[in-house]
């Protein structure tokens, strides 16, 4: 009875109770509203993040598209190699990390942190590739430790590939590692760090077609990094399809035609303006830059003095020398200052003022007429003759027939070359032109500079019968389907108003140049195919220093970079042109030993014409 009493008796229990339930109330209350806060109002917030703790987006590369010759034979491809990279979410003690990896790979653990610290400029999402082109042996290496490398993946990327090695190097160009310049140049957006892009040549210049779409793959992966399966996958679109006019057999034919000589030539097609061949030496490797040239690779290139990473048929500039003589023989009977029985006796110089102006046969040629002045290529023929014509008629003959500005190809870094006016002189030097200068010009020397396509397109409009091409280098584009983008499409962009019998003349003695007795040109004579052309002699200017002199009055032959480069023009078949050749060899004396015999090396393989046929008697003449 006293328990009972007592309890009944305690007036704050029902108080207690109630304050206690209340308190509970207000807990569980506050418990579901934080649990409403997080699964409704923050739910999707906390799912991305959570998503983000086990997903992965990595992006797929896109192959870029394949470039071929005109019969579709590989010139551009991809081949697949192994990179490392890591996702640097995923790594918690990057030095511990790279170590280890250096010791797999057996690379300069500094080399790895070079490329690691570059890769933390990228987005925090985009992996951070540290080797590239690995061995299979060691990527295999590499997966069987995967578990003491957290955060590391490997992946396969489309690498460029030059299976035709160093040839045509400088018209296909090559890739790189897009640069911060490179993004503030390109105006598409969709390039980021890392990424692959066109430096030089037919790479840059048809970057938007070779280019493709990057794909994307979405990947699980566990606390430690490593991938558990694959989510979700958009597969990459490989760039388009891409067919040049070049003949690779042609291509290869001409460069090995030139050994070790250093120069450009360039093949056309006198009736479109297709370019079969496009030559420079010599050349070099651009599959060395596509996974990153190594310092003493590009310091060889550059310091080469042969200039091995220049594109000089386009943007070396020489004296044209005596295939210029083409020019003033037409300007000349086109101005009707002198006719195809036009006659000088040339006794191997003559006297323009008080100057001598010599020919490069020193006992002269006797009585010659046009023919005789192209066969023999006859200096005093043609400055006698310019002093009649003079600098105005001779420089538009020169510009009408394509000399003297860029052509249009699609490549950039095309020189204009240099047709002197007298304009031209008063607004550089401030003084007036001079006869001399216009003998001088009239063989292709003084102030005259070409580069080998400008020759190549003179000579295919000399042998076409004026009309000069636009030079054409692209045959098509399609897509990785076959739907075609883009088709080659001829261009004429003068046609250029030659007397015909004038121009009947000319041809005449082109053709004396190649298939008579002492015609220049005999290093280029067939049995089969009758070739027209024209050789050349460039001298350098130079400045001998001590040395030299002493070097030079010992008896030494004169230092390469000061012998004369040898040219040659031509066109075949004579009756019925269809290829027109322009040949320059830097410092090779002389056109009609150095640089015919190349182009005729071209002619064979252009007209099929097998080793053992088409030889001829060598006359050992040696000329311009």
């Not at 418990?31 to 997080?38: G, H, K, T, V």
């Not at 030494?556 to 322009?582: G, I, K, N, Q, S």
Request: aromatic share 8%.
């Amino acid at each position: 009875m006293g328990l009972n009493a007592g309890w009944d008796s305690d007036p704050i229990h029902p108080r207690r109770l109630f304050l206690l339930s209340l308190a509970a109330l207000m807990v569980f209350a506050l418990l579901l509203a934080r649990l409403w806060y997080l699964q409704v109002i923050r739910g999707e917030d906390y799912r991305q993040l959570s998503e983000k703790n086990r997903v992965r987006y990595l992006s797929i590369p896109a192959a870029r598209g394949p470039v071929l010759d005109r019969y579709g034979r590989m010139l551009i491809d991809n081949r697949p190699a192994f990179a490392i990279a890591a996702l640097r979410q995923d790594v918690a003690d990057p030095q511990e990390l790279l170590a280890r990896l250096s010791s797999y790979l057996e690379q300069p653990v500094e080399k790895l942190l070079d490329r690691w610290k570059e890769g933390l400029k990228l987005p925090r999402y985009r992996p951070i590739r540290l080797a590239d082109d690995i061995p299979r042996d060691l990527v295999e290496r590499l997966q069987e430790h995967s578990v003491d490398l957290p955060g590391l993946f490997v992946e396969v990327r489309p690498v460029r590939s030059y299976p035709q090695g160093e040839m045509a190097a400088q018209l296909l160009g090559y890739v790189g590692e897009v640069t911060e310049q490179d993004l503030e140049e390109q105006s598409d957006e969709s390039y980021r760090p890392g990424d692959v892009i066109g430096k030089r040549g037919l790479e840059r210049v048809l970057e938007q077609d070779l280019r493709g779409t990057d794909g994307e793959r979405l990947l699980e992966v566990d606390v430690r990094g490593k991938q558990m399966r694959i989510l979700q996958t958009r597969e990459p679109r490989p760039g388009h399809r891409v067919f040049l006019t070049i003949d690779r057999d042609l291509q290869r034919a001409a460069e090995q035609a030139f050994g070790d000589e250093s120069g450009a030539a360039v093949v056309m097609d006198v009736r479109t303006g297709e370019i079969l061949a496009f030559v420079n030496r010599p050349s070099f490797d651009p599959a060395s830059f596509a996974t990153g040239i190594s310092l003493e690779d590009w310091n060889r290139l550059v310091k080469d003095p042969r200039r091995p990473l220049q594109n000089k048929a386009i943007g070396g500039m020489y004296p044209p020398g005596s295939t210029f003589k083409i020019v003033t023989a037409l300007a000349a009977l086109q101005a009707g200052v002198a006719s195809p029985r036009t006659t000088v006796d040339c006794e191997g110089e003559i006297q323009v003022g008080n100057r001598i102006f010599r020919c490069w046969k020193k006992k002269g040629h006797g009585r010659t007429d046009l023919k005789k002045a192209l066969r023999e290529s006859c200096d005093v023929w043609f400055y006698k003759v310019a002093l009649d014509l003079g600098i105005d008629r001779l420089s538009k003959m020169a510009f009408d027939l394509g000399l003297g500005k860029p052509t249009g190809l699609v490549l950039p870094g095309e020189k204009g070359g240099l047709i002197p006016t007298r304009e031209w002189k008063r607004s550089r030097f401030n003084q007036r032109w001079y006869d001399g200068e216009t003998v001088i010009a009239a063989i292709g020397q003084g102030y005259v500079l070409t580069t080998p396509l400008q020759l190549a397109v003179m000579t295919a409009a000399v042998a076409n019968g004026g009309a000069v091409l636009k030079p054409q280098l692209i045959y098509r584009i399609e897509t990785i389907e076959g739907e075609p983008i883009q088709l080659r499409q001829a261009e004429v962009v003068r046609q250029v108003r030659l007397d015909k019998n004038a121009l009947a003349e000319v041809k005449k003695g082109l053709v004396a140049v190649v298939n008579e007795p002492h015609g220049t040109g005999w290093a280029t004579k067939f049995r089969e195919v009758v070739v027209a052309g024209k050789t050349g002699t460039a001298q350098v200017v130079r400045r001998k220093s001590d040395e030299e002199e002493e070097l030079a009055q010992a008896g030494d032959e004169t230092p390469w970079r000061f012998r004369d480069h040898a040219l040659f023009v031509a066109y075949a078949p004579a009756d019925d042109p269809t290829v027109a050749v322009a040949v320059v060899v830097e410092h090779g004396r002389h056109g009609s030993t150095a640089a015919a015999p190349i182009a005729r090396a071209i002619f064979r393989t252009y007209f099929n014409i097998p080793e053992e046929d088409g030889e001829v008697e060598n006359p050992g003449y040696i000329g311009d």
